[in-house]
């Protein structure tokens, strides 16, 4: 069964960085094409950065520059590091495949605030 367990997010103050981590069950990186997606409230998710299986990224344009993300396929994580960070990128981050298989774990929230 996979399980992919997000974590990483909080409250940070504007212009902050997190990074947040996606713990995937199996060899599903080496297998898989991965993503990161964010949902606001009300709103559908949306892909913002996937790598693939070879390493390769992706990001949509409206955060490039802000998002980096990065897998350790030892470990079997897939990260998202965020950086400068503003009040209006607060929301729910989820990683799945790239295209999604639904294998939503609960996600992680990112608050930020001052």
């Known amino acids: 069964q996979v399980q992919l367990v997000e974590s990483g997010g909080g409250l940070v103050q504007p212009g902050g960085s997190l990074r947040l981590s996606c713990a995937a069950s199996?060899?599903?990186?080496?297998?898989?094409?991965m993503g990161w997606y964010r949902q606001a409230p009300g709103k559908q998710r949306e892909l913002v950065a996937f790598?693939?299986?070879?390493?390769?990224?992706n990001y949509a344009d409206s955060v490039k520059g802000r998002l980096t993300i990065t897998k350790d396929n030892n470990k079997n994580t897939v990260y998202l590091q965020k950086n400068s960070l503003k009040p209006e990128n607060a929301t729910d981050y989820y990683c799945d495949t790239n295209p999604m298989r639904s294998y939503w774990g609960q996600g992680t929230q990112v608050t930020v605030s001052s």
């Open positions: 199996g060899r599903l990186l080496s297998i898989y094409t």
């Open positions: 790598i693939t299986t070879g390493g390769g990224t």
